[in-house]
C-alpha cells in the first residue's frame, strides 16, 4: 500500500484586515512566493517538502502611499509548551506571529484551529492596530492522504 499526502495551509488571517486593505484607494493584496487565494478568500499556503507543518508562500498588504506595507510570509505551526504558535518569516529570522490554542481533527485528516490570536510580535508587524491577544482567523491545515492498493 502506498500513501501521498500533500499538505497546505488555508488562512485568511484577519478578514476584516484584508476588507480593510482591499477597500483603500491605493490598497492592494498580493499572493506571492507560491501562495494562492482559494474562492473563499482565505489564503492558501503550500506545504515544504521535508518540512513538518511549514509552508512556503507570502501575502503583501499595501496601501495608504506606501505606509502601509506588510509582509506574511513562509508561515509555520510550531510546537510551544502545551500550545502551539504560528511563525512567520521577518528579515533574516523567524517571529512567533499568533498564539494557537487546541488543534482540532477532522473526520478527513484535516487539522483546524480552535484559537489563534495576535502576540506583540505580530500586533507591531500589523502596524499596531490590533492588541496583543486579538482574535485572528482559524486556519485549517489540509491533508489530502489517499492509500492505494497495490495489485499482488
Known amino acids: ?27 492592494g493584496v498580493e499572493v506571492e512566493g507560491g501562495a494562492s487565494r482559494a474562492a ?9 517538502e521535508g518540512g513538518a507543518l511549514a509552508f512556503a508562500g ?12 506588510v509582509t506574511i510570509a513562509d508561515p509555520r505551526i510550531e510546537p510551544q509548551g502545551d500550545s502551539a504558535a504560528v511563525t512567520v518569516a521577518l528579515g533574516t529570522g523567524r517571529i512567533r506571529f499568533a498564539t494557537v490554542g487546541e488543534l482540532t481533527r477532522s473526520d478527513t485528516d484535516d487539522l483546524r ?17 490590533y492588541e496583543p491577544g486579538t482574535a485572528l482567523d482559524p486556519f485549517t491545515i489540509h491533508c489530502d492522504v489517499r492509500d492505494i492498493a497495490a495489485e499482488a
Open 113 to 129: 484551529s480552535v484559537d489563534v490570536a495576535v502576540t506583540d510580535d505580530g500586533a507591531y508587524v500589523l502596524g499596531g492596530v
Open 58 to 69: 507570502a501575502v503583501r498588504f499595501h496601501g495608504h502611499g506606501g505606509v502601509l506595507d
Open 1 to 27: 500500500m502506498t500513501s501521498t499526502r500533500a499538505v497546505e495551509l488555508e488562512w485568511a488571517i484577519r478578514k476584516s484586515f484584508v476588507a480593510y486593505v482591499e477597500g483603500l484607494p491605493d490598497g
Open 40 to 48: 473563499s478568500g482565505a489564503f492558501v499556503f503550500p506545504s515544504v
